[in-house]
């Protein structure tokens, strides 16, 4: 595997420390509860013809684990570099738009240290680390129909402490998860459209069971991932066109296959054999694929690194009976799944591409943790020292 490339990933030399010649585009996309043995090319029973692909043309690592069976802790330790216990948070994940900001601001980070490196940083997808909302004013006649948590803030008004102040230049995202009020699209430090009516959407077809919250009206679940998608491929083109020329890190954590199991209209009915979930599966693979397709688009596919991760394994209430009678083993040979403390919480599948750079269609055995990123991408611009 020695070459001249710098890429150590995960704060380990796997090749020679050679810098590149200009800093190298970085994508990092984040699945939301895949398990190691769920993309096709690691045993799963549906195709991941765009995860193939990656592990055909890039690296493939065996032994990737992340600190945090669940969610937040996750991602905290993935942006900050730190291990997710360091944080406020010591359990569970946050669940409330009342819940305050898990990233300090005023501490060095991922995305802040990338700014400060050069690079023009965006992030499209879940966010799930918090935002510190003004509370919503008090209404002499209540709406009783209006309760809860998710109703407590005020959406009008720009919020602090999220994407935008702890480093992203650009963000569009949801705050946390689709099974999590609100449900409502936020750009930058402000929400695109003011929910008015209380939803919720079924776990899948089997599991009818849904938290109702505050949503904007037309806000549906199974619009995410293409949303995601087309989002992703013009933040691509728009730094195409950058007349300075910055690189760019593109933050991309999916909404799937977490439950609500909701793929778009697309992709629902594609495995009626199976479930909802396989179809989501397949929506989740054509998400990664309209990202590398849009690199290739724009002359940005050769100095780019796109990363393919999952924040933990596979979530163990998910119903998909038919396909474990197929044979399918998410955790792969693995004891556990999410929210547990064996492998299967915390093995996750691990892909990095980078034509002619990343050895094509190795596999590494090393083990590897997603918190080194910080110091993975330091490294990889000659920076670890700050």
Request: charged share 25%; net charge positive; with cysteine.
């Amino acid at each position: 595997m020695k070459t001249l490339l710098s890429i150590l990933i995960l704060g380990l030399p796997l090749i020679s420390a050679v810098i590149a010649a200009s800093q190298p585009n970085i994508v990092l996309i984040l699945a939301d509860d895949m398990g190691p043995g769920e993309p096709s090319h690691a045993g799963g029973i549906i195709p991941t013809p765009t995860l193939d692909l990656m592990a055909k043309e890039g690296m493939r690592f065996t032994d990737a684990h992340t600190t945090s069976a669940v969610c937040t802790p996750t991602r905290y330790g993935i942006l900050t570099g730190r291990y997710n216990w360091r944080s406020r948070l010591k359990r569970g994940v946050l669940f409330n738009a009342t819940d305050k900001a898990l990233m300090d601001p005023e501490r060095l980070n991922l995305p802040n240290f990338l700014q400060k490196a050069g690079y023009h940083t965006g992030c499209v997808g879940k966010w799930h680390l918090g935002a510190d909302f003004e509370r919503a004013p008090k209404d002499a006649k209540p709406d009783k129909s209006k309760r809860g948590a998710s109703w407590q803030v005020d959406y009008s008004k720009p919020f602090k402490n999220g994407p935008v102040d702890v480093g992203f230049d650009e963000a569009f995202f949801i705050l946390s998860s689709l099974d999590m009020a609100p449900y409502l699209y936020l750009r930058n430090n402000q929400a695109i459209s003011l929910p008015t009516v209380n939803k919720g959407f079924p776990h899948n077809e089997y599991n009818k069971y849904q938290r109702i919250g505050a949503a904007a009206a037309d806000f549906e679940a199974s619009d995410c991932l293409a949303d995601w998608a087309s989002e992703s491929r013009d933040y691509v083109k728009r730094r195409a066109k950058d007349k300075k020329k910055k690189p760019f890190f593109l933050y991309l954590p999916l909404t799937s296959p977490h439950t609500p199991i909701t793929p778009g209209a697309k992709f629902k009915g594609k495995y009626p054999q199976y479930s909802w979930y396989a179809d989501f599966m397949a929506e989740t693979d054509w998400v990664v694929g309209q990202v590398l397709e849009q690199l290739k688009e724009s002359g940005l596919d050769d100095n780019t690194i796109v990363i393919f991760t999952s924040d933990n394994g596979f979530a163990p209430y998910v119903k998909i009976p038919k396909m474990i009678d197929a044979g399918y083993r998410p955790s792969g040979s693995f004891r556990g799944a999410k929210a547990t403390i064996y492998e299967g919480g915390h093995r996750v599948p691990f892909l990095v591409r980078w034509p002619g750079k990343v050895k094509a269609g190795s596999v590494n055995p090393t083990t590897i943790c997603t918190t080194d990123f910080f110091a993975t991408f330091a490294g990889l611009l000659g920076k670890k020292d700050e």
